[in-house]
């Protein structure tokens, strides 16, 4: 079997006497779309945090590419090929959309940060292809401050991808969004996936978008992995039907 480019195994938090995930252990594959699914609460942020390096394990270790990161901290970890999207932070309301994006990649490529974009036109032509990529090139004039819900999310997703990364986390990138638009973001990042061969690892509330895009999907309940396997097997699940039942 090829080697997973992540691998959680036995992966613990807690919190005092709140097991917030509890003895998670699971595989990535390049190039997979995978969906973490469970109700609030379960442990899927404390999850992600862990895997970025922003939470210690209580117990456990993570591996990227057959490398222990487990207590590598959060920007060894983005720098080794892992991107994390949608904080606001990651963008500048003032400058423009491809400035934006351009700034990611002076970034990337290690340039100095004080540069003017726009002036230098630095990285234009490869923002404008990520900005394709995303489905934004004829926005690429406008400031980001202006910007859609949407479109910022989108701006975001671009802005992970001038990183290049291996493997993407998207802990709810919906969130916030209309339903006709976390439809749009979830078959961009799917396409992504089939033209880059990125991995994806990835929460969504909208069970429709799950099943529709997920190569695979874990369930996490109160701490634990209680279910593995495609949209089909998923759905015909007993406990999962019972915990979204409220049995
Ligand atoms: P999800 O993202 O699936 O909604 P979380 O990972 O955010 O779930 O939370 C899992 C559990 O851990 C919850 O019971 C939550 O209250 C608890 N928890 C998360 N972070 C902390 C923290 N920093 N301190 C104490 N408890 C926490
Ligand atoms: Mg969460």
Redesign the pocket.
Known sequence: MMTPILEARHLS?H??A????DDVSFALAPGELLA?I????????????MLMGQ?RPTHGTVHLDGTDITHWPTRRIWRAGVGRTFQITATYPSMRVIENVQMALLSHHGRAFSIIPRARGLYRDDAMVLLETVGMADQAGRHAAILAYGDLKRLELAIALAHDPKLLLM??PTAGMAPRERTDLMRLVAGIVRDRGTAVLF?EHDMDVVFTHAHRIMV?N??QLIAEGDADAIRADPRVQEVYLGG
Do not use: M, Q
Request: charged residues 20%; proline residues 4%.
């Open positions: 938090r919190f005092g709140i097991r917030a995930v973490i469970g109700p609030n609460g379960a442990g899927k942020s404390t999850c992600f945090n939470l802990d709810e929460t996490l109160r701490g």
